[in-house]
């Protein structure tokens, strides 16, 4: 069951809701298909696309790739689901990385997008992008003993489609639960957590150290989950690639795009220098840890696979939240399938 939202984060949620309340729509999407639409071989310079990948931008400007782009970007400093689908609905964003959720609830919410590159981790079960925090005194060593317990839980984003994976995989189900409804942003999480207001929550990120390092004397720690949490695309809405000019401008960013998550893990000290610490305000150690949590891309030139899972998991919200099915298949613009994998390869040989 779900329960409600603890008084002192009222205001943080409300903001939540107000910014992602198209999110929680059930109407029908559309599926527009562009595979047998042509891709111009380039963009044209003058034309303009709006990005939404903060990480790209600053991995562009360290590797000295950003001047080298063919066309205009315009750089905006956002990224994740609600943010972009709200920017996609107005017009305001051609391009956006985010993870595998918000396309499947964009999709039930009626906005018509596409994803045009997907990244993976190598050895995801041992590089997850979350690990389950566990409040102080909460009693959970194991998945099975969240039962009866008050977990953390943000529909729409990517956490609380892994609070609902884990769940299947305990053999629970909603109804064995307290689901706590809590926008996972900043350090909402942890601070939850760790004033107990719920037992267990998906932490990611400097999140998982931090708060073990906050908490880890009162008893807090974090728990593997086991599964596999590690999709990331680029998103896009497809009046987007609809757009001759833009479609082929997006092609040549996703080659930069894709040489970029290279040359990031190719140069840990530069990353974590210009980007964790000079942009992103982390002390060393804590930029450090984050490279050593990442490990290494997976840039597959096949998507079938990322496909078979993407459908896994909108079959698992369908049958949560009552939303009807769909073929995940239609999500993905295979006119761009292996624009990124050839670009790192292209890359190496050039190396």
């Not at 960013?253 to 840990?268: M, N």
Request: charged share 30%; hydrophobic share 35%.
């Amino acid at each position: 069951m779900r329960k409600a939202i603890p008084a002192a984060l009222v205001t943080v949620l409300a903001v939540h809701l107000l910014t992602g309340c198209t999110e929680t729509a059930r109407s029908a999407g559309t599926d527009t298909d562009l595979s047998d639409s042509r891709i111009p071989e380039k963009a044209s310079a003058d034309t303009t696309i709006a990005v939404g990948s903060p990480e790209t931008e600053v991995a562009l400007r360290l590797s000295g790739q950003i001047d080298k782009l063919p066309f205009k970007v315009k750089w905006v400093r956002m990224s994740g689901g609600p943010q972009c689908s709200e920017a996609f609905r107005a017009g305001e964003l051609d391009v956006c990385s985010a993870a595998e959720i918000p396309s499947i609830h964009a999709r039930w919410t009626g906005l018509d997008t596409k994803l045009v590159a997907a990244e993976f981790r190598k050895d995801p079960r041992r590089h997850p992008i979350y690990e389950l925090g566990i409040a102080p005194g909460a009693d959970v060593d194991t998945l099975e003993d969240l039962r009866g317990k008050k977990i953390a839980y943000s529909p729409g984003q990517a956490q609380g489609a892994l609070v609902q994976r884990i769940l299947a995989k305990a053999g629970l189900t909603e109804q064995d639960v307290e689901l706590v409804e809590l926008p996972s942003t900043g350090d909402v999480y942890p601070t939850a957590l760790g004033s107990r207001q719920v037992d267990a929550a998906p932490l990611g990120g400097v999140n998982i150290k931090r708060y073990v390092t906050k908490y880890g004397k009162d008893g807090a720690k974090t728990i593997a989950h086991g599964l596999r949490d590690d999709p990331s695309h680029l998103w896009v809405p497809t009046e987007s690639v609809k757009d001759p000019e833009k479609a082929a401008a997006i092609r040549e960013f996703v080659e930069f795009w894709a040489r970029a998550q290279i040359w990031v893990d190719e140069h840990p000290k530069e990353w974590i220098e210009g980007y964790y610490v000079k942009d992103q305000g982390l002390s060393r150690e804590d930029g450090e840890y984050l490279v050593k949590a990442s490990g290494s891309p997976d840039i597959p030139a096949d998507w079938g696979p990322a496909i078979e899972r993407h459908q896994e998991t909108i079959d698992l919200l369908a049958e949560k939240t009552g939303n009807e099915p769909f073929d995940a298949e239609s999500l993905y613009d295979r006119r761009y399938e292996t624009v990124a994998a050839d670009a790192v390869a292209d890359g190496r040989k050039d190396s």
